[in-house]
């Protein structure tokens, strides 16, 4: 057309947009170049950044410790634990935990697969498709995070629950959430209440159905 410049049609950021588009970057790189140094700890909480689309939000250090503890002192000697959809505990228990305790990771998202056999892929849309690795009632205690605060989410992630567990079960989910967690699985709310590195706009808490220390 005359009289129009070619680059009219390219989209242009503002001297903002970039600055701030420059520090993400910036910190991204910085962030990578820790994950090769000697302090690198690959089962630090929070080693695998949050990706709010698949509605990750971690616990902050002090939970996933406590909850960590529980699980250990929950399943026993040569314990066998199940983190569905709840990598932080996971990754706390691996710092705690002795050889001699089993631990599964149930997680959607494949980055948490640097877990190497621990990791098992799970979408709780189709929760009984497991790996032929995880028997039925085979795990002393199952502890769960799932992703969203529908009945649907929960009816489904208690599908792969009852399948997993021998009996104890570890769930934290909304508070909103409690009349369904009674109804589907059976559960009270636990006095402790877990908190997340990021403030969120639902409170949250435990739920279990047996005498745990997160009511002391
Ligand atoms: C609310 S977060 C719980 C994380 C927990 N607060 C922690 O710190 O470990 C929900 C978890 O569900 C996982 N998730 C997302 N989509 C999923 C799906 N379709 N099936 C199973 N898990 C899913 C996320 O990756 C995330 O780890």
């Not at 089962?43 to 250090?61: H, I, K, P």
Request: one cysteine or more.
């Amino acid at each position: 057309m005359e009289g129009r410049d070619e680059d009219d049609d390219v989209p242009q950021l503002s001297a903002h947009t970039l600055a701030a588009l420059q520090e993400f970057y910036a910190e991204q790189e910085q962030r990578e170049s820790l994950k090769s140094g000697p302090e690198y700890d690959q089962f630090s909480v929070g080693a695998v950044e949050e990706d709010w689309q698949l509605s990750q939000f971690w616990y902050d250090d002090e939970t996933a410790l406590r909850l960590a503890k529980e699980a250990l002192e929950a399943s026993g000697e040569n314990g066998r634990i199940a983190c569905v959809s709840a990598p932080s505990t996971y990754q706390k228990l691996k710092g705690l935990a002795g050889d001699n305790v089993s631990i599964s990771l149930l997680e959607y998202d494949r980055r948490f697969s640097v877990y190497g056999d621990d990791f098992v892929f799970y979408d709780y849309n189709n929760p009984l498709d497991l790996s032929d690795r995880l028997q039925p009632h085979s795990y002393d205690i199952v502890l769960a995070d799932p992703p969203y605060l529908s009945e649907e989410c929960l009816s489904k992630t208690a599908e792969t629950i009852r399948y997993l567990a021998k009996g104890k079960i570890l769930l934290c989910t909304g508070a909103v959430m409690e009349d369904l967690v009674k109804k589907i699985l059976g559960l009270k709310m636990c006095k402790f209440i877990p908190r997340h590195t990021r403030s969120l706009a639902n409170e949250f808490r435990c739920y279990s159905n047996y005498e745990t220390g997160l009511d002391s």
